[in-house]
């Protein structure tokens, strides 16, 4: 059966675009948002998603609710959810948690859904926002996961990973290693080539080492802005995910960091229509304007000698 109603917790960046899709294919997508901040109330209203007056009327009237907040919120939304079920007396309902989470958290979310009968659906996104109908990935694992497929009659693509909840929080965890990863290591290092006047030759010496790798992150770095705290929350995850299966992560304890400094700069303003605002170049220079990775700085001999651009 098509999904008629579909409930979004929340209306952040991906939510915008999520509740664009689904609007455009005459979907009707609820939210509940008074607790939430202004910028997540005017998106709901600018995409035409109907904010409903309490969790319990999402529960009562979605065919399927979506779970996309930042990943430390993500147990939250399922123990509401999961209470106003139970209040309620609706069974049956599917949740997808789609959000950056470890796959302990997954476990742990499927554990607080069950007693309300909720089925539930642990799942992943693997591309931007903005790509949600245009090459950007639903990833679904769990006993129920194969319902979610259902979205691809509006234009998003699903893949079922498997019938265990966990798998998809796991491969995302993976995945979002490498593009955290890469982002953080470009950061650190164009930093430095702009402390050191050597930005533009470095940018034209990567393109030439590695065609399209930067353009490849480009649009994540410029996303660094607004969304470098819920990033650094993803390597958190990481880290944690091998630490709980009795390994050491290395890289992400330390792109945690160079992302949690970026989030300290608070540059960033979440714009109320979902979009990115600001290029690389412009991005790069307002990162090294407020100081990141500066603070600390030692002035050794070897970068005295060489001339700060500006
Ligand atoms: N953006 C992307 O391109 C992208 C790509 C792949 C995957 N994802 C995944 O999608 C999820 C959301 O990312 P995003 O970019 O949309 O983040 P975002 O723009 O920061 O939006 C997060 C949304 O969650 C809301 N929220 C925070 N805490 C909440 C709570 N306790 N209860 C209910 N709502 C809460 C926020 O509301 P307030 O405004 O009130 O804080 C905001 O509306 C993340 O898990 C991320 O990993 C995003």
Same mark, same amino acid.
């Given at each position: ?5 579909? !409930? ?17 294919? !005459?979907?009707?997508? +609820? ?29 009562? *009237?979605? *065919?399927?609710? #979506? $779970?996309? #907040? ?19 007396? %609706?069974?049956? +309902? @599917? &949740? ?9 958290? =997954? ?6 859904? /069950?007693? $309300?009968?909720?089925?539930?659906? *642990?799942?992943?996104?693997?591309? $931007? =926002?903005?790509?949600? *109908? ?5 990833? #679904? ?40 990863? @890469? ?6 290092? +164009?930093?430095?080539? %702009? %402390?050191?006047? @050597? ?6 010496? &990567? ?22 705290? %819920? ?14 299966? !009795? ?36 991005? +790069? ?7 990141? @990775?500066? /603070? ?8 005295? /000698? ?5």
């Amino acid at each position: 059966m098509a999904f008629q109603r579909i !409930g979004i917790l929340s209306i952040g960046e991906m939510g915008y675009h999520w509740a664009k899709i689904l609007t455009s294919r !005459g979907i009707e997508v +609820l939210t509940y948002a008074k607790d939430r901040s202004e910028t997540t109330r005017k998106r709901a209203e600018n995409v035409g998603v109907k904010c409903v007056p309490s969790t319990a009327t999402l529960i009562k *009237d979605a *065919d399927l609710i #979506v $779970s996309i #907040v930042v990943p430390s919120a993500a147990k939250r939304v399922a123990t509401k959810v999961a209470k106003a079920a139970a209040k309620s007396g %609706r069974r049956n +309902l @599917l &949740y997808l948690d789609a959000n950056a989470i470890s796959p302990m958290t =997954a476990d742990e979310i499927g554990k607080i859904l /069950q007693p $309300s009968g909720i089925n539930f659906v *642990d799942g992943c996104i693997i591309g $931007s =926002a903005t790509k949600m *109908d245009k090459g950007a990935v639903v990833y #679904v694992s769990g006993p129920q996961a194969a319902r979610i497929q259902e979205l691809e009659s509006y234009g998003f693509s699903v893949r079922v990973l498997g019938s265990t909840v966990a798998q998809a929080s796991a491969f995302k965890v993976v995945y979002a290693g490498l593009t955290k990863g @890469l982002q953080g290591l470009f950061v650190e290092l +164009l930093m430095g080539a %702009r %402390r050191f006047g @050597l930005l533009d030759e470095i940018l034209k010496r &990567y393109e030439e080492s590695f065609p399209g790798l930067l353009d490849k992150v480009t649009s994540s770095i410029v996303g660094l802005r607004i969304h470098a705290a %819920r990033r650094a929350e993803e390597m958190d995850e990481l880290k944690r995910t091998f630490g709980h299966h !009795g390994m050491k992560a290395f890289m992400a304890p330390a792109v945690q960091k160079v992302l949690q400094s970026i989030a300290e700069l608070d540059v960033g303003k979440a714009s109320d229509t979902g979009a990115r605002e600001g290029d690389l170049l412009e991005t +790069l220079e307002l990162f090294f304007k407020k100081g990141l @990775l500066q /603070q600390e700085q030692k002035q050794s001999s070897s970068t005295e /000698q060489i001339h700060a651009a500006g």
